[in-house]
Every structure is written in structure tokens, then in C-alpha cells.
């Protein structure tokens, strides 16, 4: 079946514009993830749903950092008045699991945004 | 907190060699490991997991055993691919949490 996708793959910004970042998680997944991964880096964790439910944003790194997931599927990354340091591949994964750090999370392929 | 160690990279093998990538842990409570792997040009995928002690994952030829005892998580294979060339990450996810915890990731060259 599919996998987890996300869109667009490569975003280019200029400092100071807003970015909204899209993932489709596998059909039925409960849990979303969002991460962040620079370069040379491993993936950062950002925020958790379950369903709709944002059930942990301890990771979005300032209050210019927005994600919501409505009706439980599609999930949405903004990110308000980019700055450099935000350049990075944003990773989308979903999980089938409730108790979600117990279960294997799916990656999609990440949107590479730069801040120029 | 909660956090992983890799052993740092780059790891550069001929083909057929043995490879071991080392990975400690901290952690409260009693978390699942997992490898991951990320091919060039490609997204994370799981290669193996272990959910409690003394448990080993495996798959394609590598394996993992959870050391509770040395907080270990050593990725091994016995002989080496070309194909085997790409980024590895080691990772621990709480139950009591929905993330994952990420090492630094290790980047594997195989030579033929």
C-alpha cells in the first residue's frame, strides 16, 4: 500500500516568509509524528498526535511553529517568519500504535525547506 | 533525559568484512530500540527493533541485541554488502511517550 507522503519535497524561502508543509500519513494510522533533521544530524522530534488530538509539542522549537492534523489524517507544519536557522528536512512519520515510542514509526521521504 | 550514542562515523569496510556499529543508551523505564537506516536519496526505514531485554532483532543480515546490563544496542553483520552502503540511526521510543529518540547516525561506506 502507499506510504507516508509529503509535500512539497524541496521548499525554498526567503527570511521572514510563512511555509506550510504537508503529510500524509498510511491510511488508519492513529499517531503522527513530526521531526526535524539537520544536516549531518539525526531526526529531532517536534510534535505528536494522536488522531486530532496534539498530545505533545514539547519539541516545536519556538512559538513561529505550528502543526495541526483536524480530521485526524492529513497534518499540516507551518512555520511563521522563517529564519535561517529553521533550514532543514522536516520528516513526517505515522505509527498504527496508541502507546506510539513502543511501535515502529513510518518516515516519509521529508521536505527540505532552506531559508535564504 | 532520555538520549542515544552512536559510534561516530564515517565507517569505511570492504566488501565481505565484519561490521559492528556501537549504540548506548539512557533511559527511565523500559524503552523499545530500533535501527534505521537511510539509504542515499532515500527516506528512514526500519531495519530492526527490540522491545524488552535480552530481545534480538534481525533482518537482511544484521542483528541487534537489547543489553539491558551494558544499556547496548550494537548493530552487526557478518559480511558486508556494497549495497549495504547508507546512513544508520539508532533509536530508542518510550511507551510512556510518542517520540522517538534519534543517535547522531553513523554513515557506512562499503568498497568492493
Known amino acids: 500500500g502507499a506510504g507516508v507522503s509529503q509535500s512539497p519535497r524541496y521548499k525554498v524561502a526567503k527570511r521572514g516568509q510563512d511555509v506550510a508543509l504537508r503529510c500524509d500519513p498510511i491510511?488508519?494510522?492513529?499517531?503522527l509524528f513530526w521531526y526535524q533533521q539537520a544536516l549531518g544530524q539525526g531526526p529531532e522530534f517536534l510534535t505528536y498526535?494522536?488522531?486530532?488530538?496534539?498530545?505533545?509539542k514539547s519539541g516545536l522549537p519556538s512559538d513561529r511553529f505550528f502543526a495541526e492534523r483536524p480530521e485526524g489524517s492529513v497534518s499540516t507544519l507551518k512555520i511563521q517568519r522563517t529564519q535561517q536557522e529553521d533550514s532543514a528536512v522536516y520528516l513526517c512519520?505515522?505509527?498504527?500504535?496508541?502507546?506510539?515510542?513502543?511501535?515502529?514509526?513510518?518516515f516519509g521521504p521529508g521536505t527540505r525547506l532552506t531559508v535564504t | 533525559g532520555d538520549s542515544v550514542t552512536q559510534m561516530e562515523g564515517p565507517v569505511t569496510l570492504s566488501e565481505e568484512a565484519f561490521l559492528t556499529i556501537n549504540c548506548t543508551y539512557t533511559?527511565?523505564?523500559?524503552?523499545?530500540l530500533f535501527w534505521y537506516v537511510q539509504y542515499p536519496g532515500e527516506g528512514l526505514q526500519l531495519l530492526l527493533k527490540?522491545?524488552?531485554?535480552?530481545d534480538k532483532g534481525s533482518n537482511k543480515g544484521f542483528e541487534a541485541t537489547y543489553r539491558k546490563e551494558t544499556t547496548s544496542f550494537h548493530l552487526e553483520k557478518g559480511s558486508v554488502q556494497v549495497s549495504d552502503s547508507a546512513v544508520y540511526f539508532c533509536?530508542?521510543?518510550?511507551?510512556?511517550?510518542?517520540?522517538?529518540?534519534f543517535g547522531q547516525g553513523t554513515t557506512l561506506q562499503v568498497k568492493p
Open positions: 512519520a505515522s505509527s498504527s500504535g496508541r502507546l506510539a515510542g513502543a511501535y515502529e514509526q513510518y
Open positions: 491510511s488508519g494510522h492513529v499517531s
Open positions: 498526535f494522536q488522531n486530532e488530538a496534539q498530545l505533545d
Open positions: 533511559a527511565t523505564g523500559y524503552p523499545s
Open positions: 527490540a522491545t524488552k531485554a535480552d
Open positions: 533509536a530508542l521510543g518510550s511507551s510512556n511517550t510518542g517520540k522517538l529518540i
